[in-house]
């Protein structure tokens, strides 16, 4: 079964700093991994996607996110906290295959607040 | 483009009592999601249509929980009777193409904010 471990319920940062949320992942095989955002009473957004591809994905909103297999790792980055930034962040896994409907495991989440 | 609604936004029940959510995917969107999200977790996928037929309902606590998705687009699901950690956020998400066609980004839904009380 795959799983994801988000390290830190609670992130807080100043504005301006460097923002690192942390993700591990556990699967046999290689996986599609994920972040998504969510601002309070919204749904989740896509932030970025590892699909195989390069193992450095850049998102949206200047985040991005490398794929590193020896640490099974899929941490997420942004140089510049902004106070827009603040919000619910998870990390997700798939399989990489269609045939387990790439069936989405969500981290617990890990809420970023962004001091002025 | 309209996205994923749902509703009611908020509902506050008792317990033992019934309660239905509406979901309404992007047009044209064949596979629809139901996910449960419990304070303090990420969510967790109850049930998975692709059209009116159901791909996953593995995780779905079938003695209380039912959804269906009539006529392949709008959903509901239904809790019957709620209990008190039946409390959370149901989300609500949706994708353009079946599952064995490809990966595709989910678009979700407010979510709908369930106190069973």
């Known amino acids: 079964a795959q799983s994801v471990t988000q390290l830190g319920s609670h992130v807080s940062v100043s504005e301006g700093a460097l923002v690192l949320l942390r993700c591990n992942y556990s699967s046999s095989v290689p996986p599609y991994l994920f972040w998504y955002v969510q601002y309070p009473n919204q749904g989740l957004q896509l932030l970025l996607k590892?699909?195989?591809?390069?193992?450095l994905v850049k998102g949206i909103n200047g985040f991005e996110a490398e794929f590193k297999k020896s640490e099974t790792s899929f941490h997420l980055t942004k140089p510049s906290a902004h106070m827009s930034d603040a919000a619910e962040y998870f990390c997700a896994v798939s399989p990489n295959s269609g045939g387990s409907n790439y069936k989405l495991t969500f981290g617990k989440g890990t809420l970023l607040t962004v001091n002025p | 483009e309209a996205g994923v609604a749902q509703s009611p936004r908020y509902k506050i029940i008792e317990k033992r009592q019934s309660v239905a959510f509406w979901c309404n995917p992007i047009s044209g969107h064949a596979t629809l999601y139901w996910y449960q999200q419990i304070l303090g977790q990420g969510p967790k996928l109850l049930i998975q249509?692709?059209?009116?037929?159901?791909?996953?309902d593995s995780q779905l606590p079938k003695d209380r929980f039912s959804a269906e998705r009539l006529k392949g687009v709008d959903s509901t699901l239904k809790i019957q009777p709620a209990k008190l950690e039946d409390s959370a956020v149901y989300l609500c998400?949706?994708?353009?193409?079946?599952?064995?066609?490809?990966?595709?980004?989910?678009?979700f839904g407010p979510g709908t904010r369930l106190l069973v009380l």
């Open positions: 998400a949706s994708t353009r193409l079946p599952a064995r066609l490809g990966w595709e980004t989910q678009y």
């Open positions: 249509f692709q059209n009116n037929g159901v791909v996953d």
């Open positions: 590892y699909t195989s591809a390069a193992t």
